[in-house]
């Protein structure tokens, strides 16, 4: 089966930075569109960034000038590097993807989250 598995969080002081991972494995044909997404203590699951195939990205205004996503197509790889972090961006951090792959004879596309990784941003 697939699964996308986030590594990278930690603990951080304001203004220091980390690079986010999401590492996709299964029966991979081809990955569409990866999101980004985080869910801040007593606040909803909200976008980060998402960055389809064509490479158009999308960024929360929160996100705009401090983080980028991107990806490696080759090794089923996306990136969050989050730059100038504040106490305000202290959240679990899930990547999402939608996947092609195969589901015994058949090809199908779905969508997958990972289990999520904590980011705290603290002095």
């Known amino acids: 089966q697939v699964q996308l598995v986030e590594s990278g969080g930690g603990l951080v002081q304001p203004g220091g930075s980390l690079r986010l991972s999401c590492a996709a494995s299964?029966?991979?044909?081809?990955?569409?569109?990866v999101a980004w997404y985080r869910q801040g203590p007593g606040k909803e699951r909200e976008l980060v960034a998402n960055?389809?195939?064509?490479?158009?990205?999308t960024y929360a205004g929160s996100a705009k000038g401090r983080f980028t996503i991107s990806r490696d197509n080759a090794k089923n790889l996306v990136y969050l590097q989050m730059n100038s972090l504040q106490p305000e961006d202290t959240a679990v951090y899930y990547c999402?993807?939608?996947?092609?792959?195969?589901?015994?004879?058949?090809?199908?596309?779905?969508?997958?989250w990972g289990a999520g990784t904590q980011v705290t941003v603290s002095a």
């Open positions: 960055l389809q195939v064509s490479g158009t990205t």
């Open positions: 299964g029966s991979i044909l081809n990955i569409n569109t």
């Open positions: 999402n993807a939608d996947i092609w792959h195969r589901d015994g004879v058949r090809i199908v596309l779905r969508n997958y």
